[in-house]
């Protein structure tokens, strides 16, 4: 991926989030050179922003974020699947987190097709393997020739695997640590070991992604998707 500097986002630091936030990061810098004229984030958050990537703002000619939640303090107030804006009016659109917590995601995908200009790319993540997050509900998941065939009617769509399976493996450890209590001397040793586990796994996945591994490639955090209309 272009741009994509994994040593920019190390898992050794002390700021760092989740090995899934990581590569959400890593994607949206990759891309931010690309992310200009009219630019809307469908069900993003304007403030209270989670991770290291800050939205190249500035250097668009409008951003706007649009959310159901009033707590997002969105530009504008709809839903994700049925905006006011009017057809082919919007350069680039960022959709990240947001496919899986919708009934029909595909009337998502509709409204993005629909509002961007000919040429106009969308930018969209969502996970894969990763643990029930309702918001307010969960309600799938997508590989990537279900994501394939749901952005059947862009002119370009580019998937990118979001890690493979020591980086899984380490992202469900350091997941699965929180329901581990601090009540003991024991668990609190087990809490930590397992931390510096699950990050010698996520590192090894850094060190190793983009090589092909036939097994280790069926598994991933997510995708992330660049689609061109």
Same mark, same amino acid.
């Given at each position: ?19 899934? *936030? ?14 200009? +004229?009219?630019?809307? #984030? ?10 290291? %990537? /800050?939205?190249? !703002?500035?250097?668009? *000619?409008?951003?706007?974020? =649009? &959310? ?6 969105? &530009?504008?107030?709809? $839903? ?10 919007? #350069? ?9 917590? =919708? ?7 509709? !409204?993005?097709? /629909?509002?961007?200009? @000919? ?15 309702? $918001? ?8 990537? #020739? +279900? ?6 009617? %862009? ?24 329901? =581990? ?9 087990? /809490? ?12 090894? $996945?850094?060190?190793?992604?983009? @090589?092909?591994?036939?097994?280790? &490639? ?12």
């Amino acid at each position: 991926m272009r741009n994509y500097a994994p040593e920019k986002y190390s898992i050794w630091k002390k700021n760092y989030i989740s090995y899934r *936030r990581l590569w959400l990061d890593a994607c949206l810098e990759a891309f931010s050179a690309e992310m200009r +004229g009219f630019v809307i #984030d469908l069900g993003g958050k304007r403030e209270k922003k989670r991770g290291s %990537f /800050r939205p190249p !703002e500035d250097k668009a *000619r409008v951003w706007w974020y =649009i &959310n159901l939640d009033p707590n997002t303090t969105p &530009n504008v107030f709809a $839903d994700v699947n049925q905006t006011p804006l009017i057809s082919e009016s919007v #350069d680039c659109i960022i959709c990240t987190e947001v496919l899986e917590h =919708i009934p029909n995601p595909k009337s998502c995908v509709n !409204e993005i097709y /629909r509002l961007l200009i @000919k040429g106009g790319t969308a930018f969209v993540s969502i996970p894969f393997i990763y643990p029930i997050h309702a $918001d307010p509900f969960d309600f799938q998941r997508f590989t990537e #020739d +279900g994501l394939l065939n749901l952005f059947g009617d %862009f002119s370009e769509v580019e998937i990118f695997q979001m890690g493979s399976f020591p980086g899984v493996l380490g992202m469900l450890i350091e997941i699965g640590i929180e329901g =581990i209590p601090k009540d003991s001397i024991l668990r609190r040793s087990i /809490r930590w070991s397992l931390i510096w586990i699950a990050r010698w796994l996520c590192w090894f $996945d850094l060190s190793t992604a983009g @090589k092909k591994n036939l097994v280790w &490639n069926k598994f991933t955090t997510g995708y992330f998707v660049k689609a061109v209309r």
